[in-house]
Every structure is written in C-alpha cells, then in structure tokens.
C-alpha cells in the first residue's frame, strides 16, 4: 500500500467539510427557532443521548478536517522529515486528545463514565 | 516609456538587481517584446528569450508587472509604468529574464504527453466523433508558457514534486482523449499526495494563462474522473 495516495484524504476533506456545514447548520437551526439559548437549554442538549452524539461527531469531524488540513499544510512548508513527523505527531496528539476529551465529558453527563 | 528589469549575470558574481530603462515610444511600439527588442539592440547584454513574438511559441513568458504572462501578447498600452519585469517567480534564474524550464518540462514529460493505444492501427486514421473531439478544447491549445505554473503557489513549495497546472491540464488532455487506451494507468500515477493533491483550488493558474485556459477546471476533472475510477 502507498502512504501518500492523495484521493483517500481530499474525499475524507470534502465528506468532514460537509458534515461540519451539517452541524453547523443544525446549530444554527437550534439558535433561530424555539426559546433563547440559556444555559438550562444548552445543558438539557448535551445530556440528551442524540444531543451528546452529535457533539461528539462534530468535534470528529472538526479534528478530522483540522488534521487533513494541517496535514497539506507542513507537506507544502515543512520538508525536513524529522521535523516533519515532529510537527504532525503534536497535531495528531492534540487532535486526538480533543475528541476524546469530548468523548469523556459527553460519556460522563449521560452517567456511562462516572 | 520606463521599464525596470531584473538583471543577473551569473558570470560577473554579483547579486541579481534592477536596472531602469528609459525608451521613447515609437509609432510600430504595440507589445511589450517590440519595446524589449529596441530596448536588446541599445543594451546587448540584456537576455530574454522568444520566437515567434505572435504568442504561439511559449518562450517570452515573464513576470510583467506583478503578473505572469507573455511579452509579445501583452499591449504597451495596458500596462501602468514603471513596467517591471522579472523572471518567471519560483524558477531558477539562468541569466536576466531567462530561466531554467528543465524541472517543468521533466513534469511534462513524466505524464507522457503523448496517445498510448497499443491496439492495431487502423488503415487510416483513428477516428473520433465530434462529441470526443469537442472534450479536447480547451486542453490541446496550451503552449506550454509555465505562465501557470510558476504564478502557482502551490508548485513554489513543492516543484519537484508537484506536477502543477501545465503538466496535469496536459495530462487530463491524454486522460479525456477517446483513442487513449492508457486511463487507468495515467489516472493512477496521479493519485499522489504531491503530483495531483498539492493543488489547493486557488485558481491563479486559470486566471493568468495568456491563452484563457482552466488548468484548474483540468485538474477538477481529474479528481472527478479518480472519484469515478475508484467507485
Ligand atoms: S495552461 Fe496556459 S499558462 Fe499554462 S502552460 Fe499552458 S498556455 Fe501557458
Ligand atoms: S488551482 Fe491548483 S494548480 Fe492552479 S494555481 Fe491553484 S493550486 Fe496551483
Ligand atoms: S514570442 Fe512566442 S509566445 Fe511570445
């Protein structure tokens, strides 16, 4: 298998790029009809279990596309290898930390983590 | 007319610099090469190249005030003075205006810019209906200026590596091209990170090429026909 295909990564960018503009126009879906946004409301969401799926989703989604990106980002200005792997072991480590701290916290307000 | 033009001897050792040129205009003065032609016989050391000075040729391709294009095509009068002229940006300079075009035609030719059909030929000529044909415009006409490909930011980073817009609208010309029997194995040498997938749709290939093709558009459609390959 070649590392490097490049078609896998621009259809996994554009598919996340879709799903974020999903999201993002749920949320705004979310902000425009029913009662304002409170804390009780944004609360009652993230507890709800479809509410803690999406969340979680979209932050896959955006850790996802952020990686892709970031990715072509140190292909095009990073050519020195060790440098290289440097900068996207610390890309891939945060992203990854991210969603799963997303994971935990969504996990924990529906009480399957305590 | 003042133009100021990037001078660099390799001989002399000195640092590249630009040196300012002023010319009177006269009457037969429409293009940018007639001017640079006059400007040749006063300062002979001054290097550039071209040919057929009816843009066909593809040689006097330059930075022209910030913008790629080609000398021979670009009239005095839509150019705001002073003119400033560099060598194509992202290319290594040989001498004055004239670059090194050895790495982009190796892509060129790396993409077999040329019909692979291994099957017997037929008595005459291989066929295509209009509809194939007509897939060819916009494609075939290209001089292979590098216009596109050095106003690429994408091909500056990586040109070794990067096919970029010349190369692959060459390519996607092979790829559409009905009588070619080689799709599949072109369509997978470009499946690369870096030969197709440095292209980041910023599109300055499309908008300067001086002979109004979409390299971008090529380059799409070699995504799409990838998109189609695969599934
Ligand atoms: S696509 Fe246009 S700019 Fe690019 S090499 Fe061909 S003619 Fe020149
Ligand atoms: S569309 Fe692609 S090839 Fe054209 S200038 Fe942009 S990055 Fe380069
Ligand atoms: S001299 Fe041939 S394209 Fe300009």
């Known amino acids: 298998m070649r590392v490097f295909v490049g078609q896998r990564a621009w259809l996994l960018q554009r598919a996340s790029a879709l799903a974020l503009l999903l999201f993002l126009a749920l949320g705004a879906a979310l902000l425009l009809v029913g009662p304002p946004l409170t804390y009780e409301r ?26 892709i990106g970031a990715r072509d980002i140190v292909l095009d200005y990073i050519h020195s290898m060790p440098a290289r792997l ?17 994971a935990l916290t969504m996990a924990a307000h529906l009480s399957l983590v305590t | ?50 040919s057929c000075r009816e843009g ?13 294009g080609l000398a021979c095509i670009t009239a005095l009068s839509t150019l705001k003075e002073p003119v400033v002229l560099r060598p194509l940006p992202g290319f290594p300079v040989i001498r004055d205006l004239v670059v090194d075009m050895t790495q982009f035609f190796a892509h060129y030719h790396e993409i077999k810019p040329y019909l692979i ?4 030929p037929p008595e005459r000529e291989r066929l295509q209906t209009p509809e194939q044909r007509e897939r060819l415009n916009g494609l ?53 990170v870096y030969r197709l997938y440095r292209c980041r749709t910023i599109m300055n290939c499309t908008e300067v090429c001086p002979k109004g093709l979409s390299p971008s558009h090529a380059i799409e459609g070699i995504r799409l026909e990838l998109v189609r390959a695969s599934s």
């Not at chain 1, 890309?91 to 991210?98: D, E, G, K, Q, T």
């Not at chain 2, 059909?117 to 017997?120: M, Q, R």
């Not at chain 2, 990067?162 to 499946?191: C, H, K, M, N």
């Open chain 2, 56 to 68: 066909v040729c593809g040689s006097d391709a330059m930075n022209i005030n910030g913008r790629n």
């Open chain 2, 117 to 120: 059909n291994d099957d017997v």
């Open chain 1, 42 to 67: 944004w609360h009652a969401l993230a507890t709800s279990l479809p509410g803690a799926v999406i969340i979680v989703l979209l932050f896959a989604a955006l850790s996802l596309h952020g990686w």
């Open chain 1, 86 to 102: 440097s900068v996207l072991g610390i890309i891939a480590v945060i992203l990854f930390a991210i969603v799963i701290r997303v």
């Open chain 2, 1 to 50: 007319m003042h133009i100021r033009i990037y001078r660099y001897d390799p001989e002399t050792g000195a640092q590249p610099h630009m040196q300012d040129y002023t010319i009177e205009l006269e009457s037969g003065d429409k293009k940018l090469l007639d001017v640079l032609m006059r400007l040749k016989n006063i300062d002979d050391s001054l290097s550039f190249r071209r």
């Open chain 2, 140 to 192: 075939y006409e290209c001089i292979l200026c590098a216009c596109c490909s050095a106003f690429c930011p994408s091909y500056w980073w990586n040109p070794d590596k990067f096919i970029g817009p010349a190369g692959l609208l060459q390519a996607y010309r092979f790829i559409v091209d009905s009588r070619d029997t080689a799709t599949a194995e072109r369509l997978a040498y470009l499946d690369d």
